[in-house]
């Protein structure tokens, strides 16, 4: 007898603690808040701002040093600047950055890091002069 008392005793105390945690406020996730859509919000698109930057000032430096030619140079940062173009827009219009667009500007900053990465390894840059 005594040992059911104290095993009930635990059951109700270990219920009366875990009663204010389960009475905590979640909120609904699948609506996301006003610009932030889904989770990804200006931290996101920041981190990827900072991705396509470091991309153009290390294809300056390849230009600088006559690792690529010139139009591989301007190919290239042309499509650093349609990144940011889009970056800029999807955060400006307000309804925020979901998951698709994630996505898919991740996969076109490793697409052109692949491209530079080709380029550089192509052996063509000798013969082009500034």
């Keep these: 007898m005594r040992k059911l008392l104290i095993s009930t005793v635990a059951a109700v ?3 009366a603690v875990a009663a204010p945690a389960a009475a905590q406020y979640y909120p609904n996730r699948a609506v ?7 989770g990804y919000n200006q931290g996101t698109v920041r981190a990827l701002q900072v991705r396509v ?5 290390d294809l300056r430096r390849l ?20 990144i940011e173009r889009r ?3 999807d955060l400006r219009d307000g ?6 667009e994630f996505a ?7 697409r052109l890091e692949y491209k530079i ?14």
Aim: proline share 2%; charged share 30%; aromatic share 16%.
């Design 87 to 89: 970056l800029r827009r």
């Design 32 to 38: 996301p808040a006003y610009g932030y859509g889904y």
């Design 104 to 110: 898919q500007t991740q996969q076109r900053i490793a």
């Design 53 to 57: 930057n470091r991309i153009q000032q």
């Design 63 to 82: 230009a600088q040093y006559r690792m690529i030619s010139r139009g591989e140079y301007y190919n290239r940062q042309q499509d650093a600047r349609e």
């Design 117 to 130: 990465s080709r380029d550089v390894r192509d052996g063509r840059h000798y013969a082009f002069r500034w």
């Design 95 to 100: 309804r925020g950055f979901n998951a698709r």
């Design 13 to 15: 105390s270990a219920l």
